[in-house]
């Protein structure tokens, strides 16, 4: 028997679009007991609505990573306990991709690096952003290389915490996507690119207060504030609370705050209430940095 965590992610960070990324904690676990008839149960606060059959993201993932290496599919009892709030930005099928990969790596004898299974993961996902930090911890960037991705880890424990804040209804990513303009205007790329830059470096020299400007975009997130009344006014809010930083996690509908960690104010409380006041109801969680991607417990 043996059971792996993987970390929920934001993606994005602001001008990062499909870059940048950082791992939280708050965990999806998998455990996998071989030898047993096949089965596939759920627990957790997020099961709902999440197959415990074939269909299952996590199993597919899986068989799709021992078809690619020959391997005979095994009989196995799998245990799923979803802690990640799925379809909100928060990388929920990231996690399960991540996770059923190391999962599957593990029983065939760990034919495969980490590096590897970043690369099969990143072609299931579409984008690496998630799927980067889901594995490797910390705060990461993912290159688009010839060679695949090239992921970076900035900062694997950076001295911050994230309020993340979690409306009640879901957001599909590729509905999230399907708004953005097939094309970006020179001068928003260049925002977005020194931006990023900006942002880097801040978590490199741990200057959190540069956060504040780093995190600005201008390829996805005004364009999205369509989809998630008051998002603008919200990260406006948390700014004027003293955050470091404010950003759209991933493509949505979650918004990630970063602050200091003996931050006092209650920024949970004023951006629950300013989403309030433009119609949605959210939850707030307060999460520490995850620096060590999926792994064993
Ligand atoms: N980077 C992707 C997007 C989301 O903004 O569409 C990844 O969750």
Redo the contacts with the bound molecule.
Sequence with gaps: MFRIKIPA?S??LGPG??CL?MALQLYNTITVETKRPFRISLTGSYKEGIPADESNLVWRTMCHFWDLIHYPVPTVDLTFENCIPPAR?L?SS?AAIVGGLAAANAIAGSPYTKLELLQIANALEG?P??VTPALYGGVTLSVPTEKGVLPRVLAQSPNLKAVVIIPDTPLN?KK??SI?PPQVHRKDAVFNISHVSLLTEAFIREEYSLLKEAMCDKL?QSQRAALIPGLLETLEAALQAGAYGAA?????PTLLTLIPRSFTEDVSLIMTNMLEKHGINAEAMVLEIDANGASSI
């Design positions: 992610t993606a994005n679009f499909d990324g930005g990388g990231s984008h952003d998630n990513t999230a996507r953005l996805h759209l996690s991933g493509s949505g």
